[in-house]
């Protein structure tokens, strides 16, 4: 059986990470779905709570 003598310093030098830039289609989705919270909740949200908290049910 072949043992591994290396130590964990010497085997990290071997490692590279790469990270991966997000597409812009993904980006664009992102701020899409934002837009899209931002405006539910000034429209629809926020009438209906102070609704409920000035008259709860």
Do not use: C, H
Request: aromatic share 18%; net charge negative.
């Amino acid at each position: 059986m072949n043992q591994d003598t290396s130590t964990p310093d010497q085997d990290g030098r071997q490692l590279t990470y790469l990270s991966n830039t997000i597409p812009w289609f993904v980006r664009l989705m992102w701020v899409v779905f934002w837009i899209f919270a931002v405006a539910y909740a000034i429209a629809f949200f926020l009438p209906a709570i102070q609704k409920e908290l000035v008259t709860p049910p």
